[in-house]
């Protein structure tokens, strides 16, 4: 079965300081991998899309790589406003074109 | 910049109910999806649509419920007799184009439907 998994569930930051979230999947052919954010009571923000394994993408302090089995979210010097929750979802191969199968989330808390 | 737009941003209604969810997705976009997160729960997927017609549908998008674009800017979600667990946040979303891999999706705010 597809699955996706991020951890870890929640993680509390001081401004400043660096980390890495981690999204694992096991699917059928990975056709490709979006990274979104989510403020409270607001709709998925696209990040980035990765297709293979090797690819990285960077926007203003986010890093994103992604290998065979899993994609790290990196944060370079967080500020506050990185405050969100952070989802990873995969779109598989096989009969699905239309479905992204997502993870969980994880919940980023920078304090200043 | 342009973007998805739901209404209401949030509906209560009573066990058994019908309720229609409006979108007016991003409007050179041709794929419309419907997705759902239960709080605290992961995002779900419902039913994708493209050329007006359902594209995809989930285990979740049975019989009570149905997607609808009856102009050229709306797109509906309608569940006809709401259940208690059909209580979640409702995400209308589109993209512009189809390939191998997903076109980014855009978002909205998402409705609140509570189910009493």
């Known amino acids: 079965e597809d699955q996706v998994t991020q951890s870890p569930e929640a993680l509390r930051l001081q401004e400043g300081e660096s980390s890495s979230l981690n999204c694992s999947y096991t699917v059928s052919g990975l056709r490709g991998l979006f990274w979104y954010r989510q403020d409270p009571g607001k709709g998925p923000e696209f990040l980035f899309t990765?297709?293979?394994?090797?690819e990285e993408k960077e926007k203003e302090r986010l890093k994103a790589t992604l290998t065979k089995k899993e994609s790290f979210l990196h944060i370079t010097a967080p500020k506050p406003e990185d405050s969100a929750t952070y989802l990873c979802?995969?779109?598989?191969?096989?009969?699905?074109?239309?479905?992204?199968?997502w993870g969980a989330g994880t919940k980023l808390i920078i304090k200043p | 910049e342009p973007e998805v737009t739901q209404t209401p941003s949030h509906q209560v209604t009573q066990m058994g109910q019908e309720v229609i969810l409006r979108c007016v997705p991003i409007s050179n976009h041709l794929y419309f999806y419907w997705y759902r997160q239960i709080l605290g729960q992961k995002v779900e997927f419902l039913v994708s649509f493209y050329n007006n017609e359902i594209s995809e549908k989930s285990e979740i998008f049975d019989d009570q419920f149905s997607v609808e674009r009856p102009d050229g800017s709306n797109f509906t979600l309608k569940i006809r007799s709401t259940k208690l667990e059909d209580s979640a946040m409702y995400f209308c979303?589109?993209?512009?184009?189809?390939?191998?891999?997903?076109?980014?999706?855009?978002f909205g705010n998402g409705t609140r439907l509570t189910v009493t």
């Open positions: 990765l297709y293979s394994a090797g």
């Open positions: 979802a995969v779109q598989a191969g096989g009969d699905s074109n239309y479905q992204l199968i």
């Open positions: 979303a589109s993209s512009d184009r189809r390939g191998v891999v997903h076109s980014p999706l855009h």
